[in-house]
């Protein structure tokens, strides 16, 4: 996830200045990289430091994907792209964890990575032609992001998990304390310098925008990363019991963005995220009343699928408010900030459930878990007080600066 930062960094950088098809074939490169490594590991050392290129690649296709279709497709057929890579997780969320288990006991663990490299080269090769003839846009007088913040935000939220790690974890509240607080001190400056000026205070508009979607992904992911720990070690069902919960969402997230779509001309964006919030914090109060030994799993299940549903309504939205507020020729860096947001609010609503959950783990694990479910819930809420300053219009309406930029070949193939 850290490491995605970086990918998300450079690769926005690039899609404005040379256009989609270069950052597109280093993230492949990188992330078909990182798969061997991490195949062919003799340590875990190795293991890890794979796992850190596979996201460098992995973090850039998102913010490659999203400046294409700012660039590419008009407002309503927009909100159609984004429930189409909603869908795209489906089989992958649905079918993968099993078949990577199924491989490792059939041939190893390693051909779980290796395994993929056919399929990156197949996905590759399908992309590449239609990326190449976008080229670069014909606006490249938009601000550039710099590839040392990226690194810098991404070091410092390493030093704020592990902070939290260690305070919760094993009491070294000194050490943790001042990782905190080393993090924070030198993330935020550089943060400041990849997202749009104001988004820290949520100003009206693009910074508003960002910010929201960081805080979403803290709500939501805070809590699902936590929902299968309440099935299994609170109320100690069978993983399989679990995982029905994570597949619900993942189909309940798929419906609210072909729901969004289908929408998106007559609903104003901010009404779709704030629905979108509403049903998630209903879902996360769900999971709370079921570490509660009387009230049936059931409940859980269904309370998450229905949070999944939110987090589509809400989702989707927001990538196509980023993209009728980036300036012409500058989707690349707005996809960036939006990525980047999605990734760090990702890790940090973990983490802060993380921290909560080792230290109730030595005693009360279900209040531990429930700390975790309430951080992600407040910080939910903070999100939908912002939603009154996300910019008003539907999501399918085209940007202000009027139709896209026409597509022109590259001077040079494969370049992007």
């Known amino acids: 996830m850290l490491g995605s930062v970086?990918?998300?960094?450079?690769?926005?950088?690039?899609?404005?200045?040379r256009g989609p098809a270069v950052p597109f074939v280093a993230a492949l490169i990188l992330f078909a990289s990182g798969l061997a490594i991490a195949g062919l590991a003799p340590s875990m050392e190795v293991l890890v430091g794979g796992r850190v290129l596979q996201g460098m690649g992995a973090g850039a296709v998102p913010s490659v994907a999203y400046a294409v279709i700012g660039r590419s497709f008009p407002g309503p057929l927009q909100a159609r792209m984004m429930a189409v890579l909603s869908t795209a997780w489906v089989v992958p969320g649905v079918a993968g964890p099993a078949l990577a288990a199924g491989v490792a006991h059939l041939f190893g663990w390693r051909w779980v990575f290796l395994g993929l490299l056919p399929v990156v080269a197949v996905a590759g090769s399908i992309a590449m032609p239609a990326l190449i003839r976008l080229g670069p846009?014909?606006?490249?007088?938009?601000?550039?992001?710099?590839?040392?913040?990226?690194?810098?935000?991404?070091?410092?939220?390493?030093?704020?998990?592990?902070?939290?790690?260690?305070?919760?974890?094993?009491?070294?509240?000194?050490?943790?304390?001042?990782?905190?607080?080393?993090?924070?001190?030198?993330?935020?400056?550089?943060?400041?310098?990849?997202?749009?000026p104001g988004t820290l205070t949520a100003r009206r508009g693009l910074p508003a925008t960002i910010l929201s979607r960081g805080l979403l992904t803290f709500a939501f992911f805070g809590a699902d990363a936590y929902v299968t720990l309440a099935i299994t070690a609170v109320r100690h069902l069978s993983p399989v019991v679990a995982g029905i919960a994570v597949t619900g969402a993942t189909l309940g997230w798929t419906a609210g963005a072909w729901v969004q779509a289908r929408l998106s001309e007559t609903w104003e964006g901010p009404r779709f995220v704030r629905t979108g919030l509403v049903i998630i914090l209903a879902g996360i109060a769900g999971m709370v009343l079921v570490l509660q030994p009387t009230v049936p799993v059931a409940e859980?299940?269904?309370?998450?699928?229905?949070?999944?549903?939110?987090?589509?309504?809400?989702?989707?939205p927001l990538s196509l408010m980023m993209l009728r507020k980036a300036p012409p020729g500058g989707e690349g860096r707005a996809s960036a900030s939006l990525n980047?947001?999605?990734?760090?609010?990702?890790?940090?609503?973990?983490?802060?459930?993380?921290?909560?959950?080792?230290?109730?783990?030595?005693?009360?694990?279900?209040?531990?878990?429930?700390a975790a479910f309430a951080a992600a819930a407040a910080v939910g809420v903070v999100a939908l007080v912002i939603t009154r300053r996300l910019p008003p219009g539907t999501t399918a309406s085209p940007p202000p600066a009027a139709q896209p930029v026409p597509a022109r070949v590259p001077d040079h193939e494969g370049q992007r």
């Open 340 to 370: 980047l947001a999605d990734v760090l609010g990702t890790a940090i609503g973990i983490g802060v459930g993380g921290a909560a959950v080792a230290a109730g783990a030595g005693g009360n694990l279900a209040m531990g878990i429930a």
């Open 137 to 196: 846009p014909a606006s490249g007088q938009v601000q550039e992001h710099r590839l040392i913040y990226g690194i810098a935000v991404a070091a410092c939220a390493t030093m704020l998990l592990a902070g939290l790690t260690l305070v919760a974890g094993s009491g070294a509240v000194l050490v943790g304390g001042a990782l905190i607080a080393a993090g924070v001190a030198g993330g935020l400056p550089a943060l400041r310098r990849l997202v749009p």
């Open 300 to 316: 859980g299940l269904v309370a998450w699928t229905v949070a999944g549903l939110g987090m589509g309504l809400a989702y989707a």
């Open 6 to 17: 970086v990918g998300i960094v450079a690769a926005g950088r690039e899609a404005d200045r």
